[in-house]
């Protein structure tokens, strides 16, 4: 039994170490240099409620994605049907994501509905209308596919928001889906919302467009825009006056080069005007795209369109090799950057829409986190005296045990890298209920077994065997109660849950290993002949 006892100490006294030493940046925030590289460097991190910062909710427009990839498909169909010698008076997205075509004879439907069976398997007819005039055909996309793409664009836009966050530098963001379409974004600590929300909005679409100088703007503006162009504005600045004014452009519609061929994008100073620009370096078909695109364009001007706004469109003056360009549009060194940021984590697939937007600064962080451990100690204190009042020196024990619970939680959470949240703090809170209800349950028992006249050795042993199925009932139903927690809540419940969990694993540990591991010592080594309890 001795022998047993020094291994249960012992296995006592390396938990106990360890959460110290995972404890120690947390408590010890300067580590004499000679010893600082032994100890873990991550200290618990504080939750949003606590350190202050951003929450954001976004909507992803899924029905704008479907729309865009109908439009390209449109797009691609048109050019397929005219390789194919397929007569038709217009192919366009109508309303919605559908394609409306009207064939001028009846022949050619033979070859499209081969064409949407080798090459559109997505799409199917909606609807076919024969007229005088021809055939009008209504497409849609098939309703598993219209799922799915919906799906991965929400992905999609998780990733590319986790890439743009992780460039900007936030530490200890978090990213999380929130049912079909919507993301859920904390960012503590953030000093900039403004700039941080832009950010992570910015669509980003980034297009390569030929300026048409063949037709009159002014024509355009009154209405009379041509076939296959559109109509976007740019902004020039009065280098005399400062003042923004808007440009308008008459470009051709089609994109020839995107962001997607893009490989990096970098903030540069340019040498002329000590302005930051970016610099895009494409990758080896983008690189290749853009050496055709300038070789055949040479002498007009190609414009760069970033969400739809006109940043620059400078005169190809000859054949660009090497896949470089440069986007110019007067920013600061932060818009630059950010832009930079957004380029290289990829387009957003789809606008996005702030539903819901918080900001937690860091003094009412601050009132959160000294109001939260006022509450914890205060609470813990009134159970460790009504513990020690009512059962004397088996109460300080048990408070010792609820002492241990404690430090064990905190290490976890610093172990694993946990956050600790407000509602984690409540989490902490309860569990020290928990932890000292688990020992009112073994000491009544054991008063119990006293009561009958029993020896302490045998009380002891009997007490703790009858307590010990009603604990783990007790624990293991909220364990598994938290669980689910984490499983189906978020936010502030699951910062609750998590901390739950690791104080009934650990409430389970002191309650039933450590208090039994300080009886048995005493009462092994020592004539003790009355127990306090």
Known sequence: MFKSLKIRISITAIVCLAALYFLIPT???????????????????????LQGGMHLVLEIDTEKALESMMERTANDLKESMMENKVRFRKVEKTKGATISLELTDSSGRTILDKLLHDHYPDLEIASSNVRESGQIISLKINDKRAVDLKKLTVEHSLETIRNRVDQFGIAEPEIVPEGDNRIMIQLPGIKDPERAKNLIGKTALLEFKIVDDEHSLEEALRGNIPEGDIIAYGLREDRSTGQRNSMPY???????????????????????????????KFNSQGAADFDRITAENVRRRLAIVLDGVVHSA?????????????ITGNFTMDEARDLAIVLRAGA??????????????????????????MATIIGSILVILFMMFYYRLSGTVADLALIINIVLVLGTLAAFKGTLTLPGIAGLLLTVGMAVDANVLIFERIREELR???????SLDTGYKRAFITIIDTHVTGIVSAIFLVIFGTGPIKGFAVT?????????????????IIFDYFTLNFNIKKLSI
């Not at 925030?29 to 600082?36: E, L, R, V, Y």
């Not at 739950?500 to 039994?516: D, E, K, N, Q």
């Open 27 to 49: 408590f010890i925030t300067q580590i004499p240099s000679p010893w600082n590289e032994y100890f873990p460097k991550e200290k618990i991190h504080l939750g949003l409620d």
């Open 250 to 280: 008459l470009l051709k519609n089609k994109a020839l080069l995107t962001g997607a061929s893009l490989e990096t994008a970098n903030v540069q100073i340019s040498n002329r005007f000590s302005e930051p620009n970016v610099s895009l």
């Open 314 to 326: 400078p005169v190809i003056q000859e054949r660009i090799s090497g896949g470089q360009a440069q």
């Open 348 to 373: 957003l697939p789809a606008p996005v829409n702030i539903l819901e937007e918080r900001t937690v600064g860091p003094s009412l962080g601050g009132d959160s986190i000294r109001q939260g451990i």
């Open 452 to 458: 009958t006249g029993k020896t302490i050795r045998l």
């Open 500 to 516: 739950l969990i690791i104080g009934l694993l650990a409430s389970l540990f002191t309650a039933v290993f450590v208090t039994r």
